[in-house]
């Protein structure tokens, strides 16, 4: 039995590319619409489902012993938390369309299920199966700065989700002072997969020696980086500066921090709409100060004339995504928090954008949500705890990723804090993939059962 199921590996492998190329490439059209909401069924989600199907035959006896290690079972905390607070949405406050909150539920259990394929499947794996998966994901960044180019030279077609016109999958233009999607729903899902991604690119570079890979490598870097400037994400920039400088002080490539970021301002600076975009919040900011500090020097003194005229309101200065966060999504979080500050208010209950998946978990799903996802983050944490510094367990490939992967953390956390990064499906699953792929690495290392 043992020896059939093995037959599977070869199948499991080739599912695997297949998540890892389909689903950042492939544009979200709509195949069964949801009524009630303007998320659909995709493609994506049956290929999901089958590869699933794949790895149940293939790691079948062990499933049962699945849940037997702190990180899978801070996953089924975090699912049962979010299982609770659906029902307590749906029977006590009554703030979710029950139909609705259980696919947003079931849309959570199928964002990890990556992580269990990765986790499982590399158990046993060598580093020629990690450069297998690294070559289909640098291949996946670079047809996605060829669409990108298209879409912004050649007219080729922009599917997003942003809007319920725009996710029934009709095909817009890009126009000058716009974001590039590129493949990707939003502008935020590619920038928060390029945040993940390029660092381990990054690290790749100052490992390997051989002259046609690096060229190859500066080919795939290049091309995230022009995404990255074109997507027009201030705070994903940030949050990619910090993760690249993060994962070379991991792999203990100093001298490469100031090199990096010197060649990524430049490929930054040559986007005028990033550069228009971070004047824009410079100058609201400015134009705030400067009429605070005239009130307060300068008040105004006011008589009560039946020919004083109306005073002129003073000008409004605001940066829009910062006052939407600020005056509508944020504040909407925290009101379904207070409501109920134990289980939140469920899934669905607070729209599909809070653009803080942060403040988003404490409305959803409370406090216990809230501590629920930060266990498995500190879990995961204290298995990766047990291979520092890298540099002294893994080497080449094997060293690039985990560095990458771990170093683009503090990136995703920040990116985390301004855009709802853990609910957009692009990034989620592949990112829990690669997270699954890390964690098998490192409990490989230590000889921990992955099971």
Avoid: C
């Avoid at 046993?124 to 291949?139: A, P, S, V, Y």
């Avoid at 047809?143 to 725009?166: D, S």
């Avoid at 046609?212 to 994400?233: C, D, E, M, Q, Y």
């Amino acid at each position: 039995m043992s020896k059939l199921l093995k037959q599977f590996d070869g199948l499991v492998k080739y599912a695997i590319a297949s998540l890892l190329m389909a689903i950042p490439l492939y544009p979200k059209f709509p195949s069964i619409r949801v009524p009630g909401t303007y998320v659909s069924v995709r493609l994506e989600d049956f290929l999901i489902a089958a590869v699933t199907l794949i790895f149940l035959i293939r790691f079948l006896p062990e499933i049962t012993r699945l849940f037997k290690k702190d990180i899978e079972r801070s996953i089924l905390i975090l699912l049962g938390i979010g299982l609770i607070s659906l029902l307590s949405a749906i029977l006590i406050t009554q703030t979710v369309v029950p139909y609705i909150g259980v696919l947003h539920w079931v849309r959570r259990i199928e964002y990890f299920i990556p992580f269990f394929i990765g986790l499982m499947y590399f158990r046993d794996k060598k580093e020629n199966t990690l450069e297998f998966f690294l070559k289909i994901l640098m291949i996946v960044l670079v047809v996605a700065f060829i669409y990108g180019i298209g879409q912004k030279y050649f007219h080729w077609p922009v599917i997003i989700t942003q809007n319920e016109e725009y996710s029934k999958g009709v095909a817009l233009r890009w126009i000058p002072g716009s974001h590039i999607n590129s493949t990707f729903a939003g502008h935020y899902d590619l920038a928060t997969f390029l945040v993940l991604l390029l660092p381990i690119f990054v690290s790749l570079f100052f490992l390997v020696k051989k002259i046609p890979t690096k060229v190859a490598l500066f080919i795939v870097i290049f091309s995230g980086l022009w995404l990255l400037a074109n997507a027009v994400s201030r705070i994903s920039i940030v949050s990619y500066l910090l993760g690249v400088t993060s994962a070379l002080i991991l792999i203990k490539r100093f001298k490469a921090i100031p090199i990096v970021i010197l060649v990524s301002l430049v490929v930054f600076g040559f986007s005028s709409e990033l550069l228009a975009r971070y004047t824009q919040i410079i100058e609201v900011t400015y134009k705030k100060i400067i009429t605070k500090s005239i009130n307060i020097n300068f008040p105004s003194l006011i008589y009560a004339r039946a020919s004083t005229p109306t005073p002129t309101p003073p000008p409004v200065f605001e940066d829009r995504s910062t006052s939407i966060r600020l005056n509508v999504e944020w504040p909407r979080a925290i009101r379904a928090f207070e409501k109920n500050p134990l289980l939140g208010t469920g899934y669905s209950s607070i729209t599909l954008a809070t653009d803080n998946d942060f403040l988003r978990l404490l409305g959803e799903i409370g406090l216990l949500g809230f501590l629920a996802f930060w266990l498995l983050f500190a879990r995961i944490f204290h298995t990766f705890s047990k291979v520092f510094p890298i540099t002294k367990y893994f080497r080449g490939i094997s060293l690039a990723f985990v560095g990458g992967v771990f170093g683009a953390l503090p990136g995703i956390f920040l990116n985390a804090f301004f855009i709802d990064v853990f609910e957009a499906s692009k990034f989620a699953t592949i990112f829990w993939l690669l997270i699954g792929i890390a964690v098998a690495m490192a409990r490989k290392i230590i000889n921990e059962d992955n099971i």
